[in-house]
């Protein structure tokens, strides 16, 4: 079964009925940048908890977590786990943001990968899910769930580029065939594969 066959599959099954647009809540904003950290080695109904307190104080945005104290901060990310380590990594990301970008507009438009994978505790998933559905950008997030799916149906990839790179090609070549469904966004095709495979999986 080729990747393109996968993603018809899945689609037909409307597994992201009364999802957001983009499958991962609040995409485009600090909120859904905070939840791609956050949603590390844990379940999302902890990043929600964690979300939900975070919202309770003040309103979300880079200023906030550069002024909150971070223990407080790691209080209210606790049931996400790791609360130490990611507090300081929010705190670090945001301060990263604002020095070298000046605002996160700006970081949105104009961030690359690769500075990405130069913050602390960012690694390939995070940062596609960072660039895909914070900034909209032309990328795919594979994952735990992706690996396991392909390798059902008979694809094996040994590196996360490998994968990325086959599912991303299979839908830019059968672009034609799928590009009205998704609005002509190659990037609201990708986060809706990526969020279609997720579901699935989790059933």
């Not at 990611?86 to 507009?105: Q, V, Y």
Request: aromatic share 12%; net charge negative; with cysteine.
């Amino acid at each position: 079964m080729s990747g393109y066959e996968i993603y018809c599959e899945l689609r037909d099954k409307n597994l992201l009925i009364n999802k957001p647009k983009y499958w991962w809540p609040n995409a485009g904003s600090v909120w859904c940048l905070i939840s791609t950290i956050l949603t590390q080695n844990t379940k999302w109904q902890n990043v929600t908890k964690s979300m939900s307190n975070l919202s309770s104080i003040a309103p979300i945005n880079l200023e906030m977590l550069l002024d909150i104290p971070q223990d407080y901060l790691a209080t209210l990310i606790a049931p996400s786990g790791f609360k130490n380590q990611k507090s300081h990594r929010l705190k670090l990301l945001a301060h990263n943001i604002i020095n070298d970008f000046g605002d996160f507009e700006t970081f949105k438009d104009n961030v690359e990968r690769d500075w990405l994978l130069a913050q602390k505790g960012i690694g390939f998933e995070s940062a596609d899910s960072i660039l895909c559905y914070v900034c909209f950008k032309e990328v795919m997030v594979v994952d735990k769930y992706t690996q396991r799916l392909l390798s059902a149906k008979g694809l094996e990839f040994e590196e996360y580029h490998d994968l990325q790179g086959y599912l991303q090609n299979e839908i830019i070549e059968n672009w034609g065939s799928i590009s009205q469904e998704n609005e002509n966004n190659l990037n609201l095709c990708f986060a809706r594969f990526h969020g279609m495979i997720v579901e699935f999986m989790k059933k």
